[in-house]
């Protein structure tokens, strides 16, 4: 069974704050991605990483996977309270069918004004 | 264009009983995905469709339930006998095809409540 961890659980922060959010696992992935999701909706993509090493940058947010294909982070530098919602790190197993993704338990951001 | 949209957005049930989600992909796409989300928590797979065929359900935790996607568009999953424990989102996603950089576009639920 594939299994992802994400870090912290929550998270509130001043507006202004920079922050970073962690996925880890103890399998490989052949592609991660990152999720925001707003209450009452289905999780929105922000980003989808494949290569061992590869760092992606969305404005204000900064992905990364890891050289072994096991982790992620996500970091956002200057949090605004645009930024709130729960975040979600999700992978496709090498093994895995169809793409079936396998979601971390997420991160529930909150950035105050 | 249309997102994906299903149906209803909130069903309070009695345990027991029977229920039906639908789920209306993105046109066109082939690849159709059921996830639930229990509160708190990330969404879990429970099958996946390509076209008409379900390709792999190893994720549906136990007989009581089961999907449809009879013309390959429109899916139905169904939950026999619901369960307290049952109470959850479930969420459906579509992609133009099953594969590595395919985005998986999510609906916005069915929120699911068995009293």
């Known amino acids: 069974t594939q299994l992802l961890e994400q870090s912290p659980q929550f998270l509130s922060i001043q507006e202004g704050e920079n922050l970073t959010v962690y996925c880890n696992s103890s399998?490989?992935?052949?592609?991660l991605q990152w999720y925001r999701q707003e209450p009452g909706e289905g999780p929105v993509l922000l980003v989808t990483?494949?290569?061992?090493?590869e760092v992606k940058k969305l404005k204000r947010l900064t992905f990364q996977f890891g050289d072994a294909r096991k982790d992620s982070s996500l970091h956002i530098t200057a949090a605004q309270p645009g930024d709130t919602g729960l975040y979600l790190c999700?992978?496709?197993?090498?093994?895995?069918?169809?793409?079936?993704?396998?979601f971390g338990e997420g991160t529930q951001l909150t950035v105050n004004p | 264009g249309a997102g994906v949209s299903q149906t209803p957005s909130n069903k309070v049930t009695e345990k027991g009983k029977y229920v039906e989600l639908r789920c209306d992909p993105i046109?066109?796409?082939?690849?159709l995905y059921w996830y639930r989300q229990s509160l708190g928590q990330g969404p879990e797979f429970l099958i996946y469709?390509?076209?008409?065929?379900?390709?792999?359900d190893s994720g549906l935790p136990n007989d009581r339930f089961f999907a449809v996607r009879p013309e390959g568009s429109v899916s139905t999953l169904k939950i026999q006998r619901t369960e307290r424990g049952d109470s959850a989102v479930y969420l459906c996603?579509?992609?133009?095809?099953?594969?590595?950089?395919?985005?998986?576009?999510f609906g916005p639920g069915t929120r699911l409540t068995v009293t």
């Open positions: 399998s490989v992935f052949s592609s």
């Open positions: 990483v494949v290569t061992g090493g």
């Open positions: 046109s066109g796409h082939t690849a």
């Open positions: 999700a992978g496709v197993g090498e093994e895995t069918s169809g793409s079936r993704l396998t």
């Open positions: 996603a579509s992609s133009p095809s099953p594969g590595l950089l395919y985005e998986q576009y």
């Open positions: 469709f390509q076209g008409t065929g379900a390709a792999d």
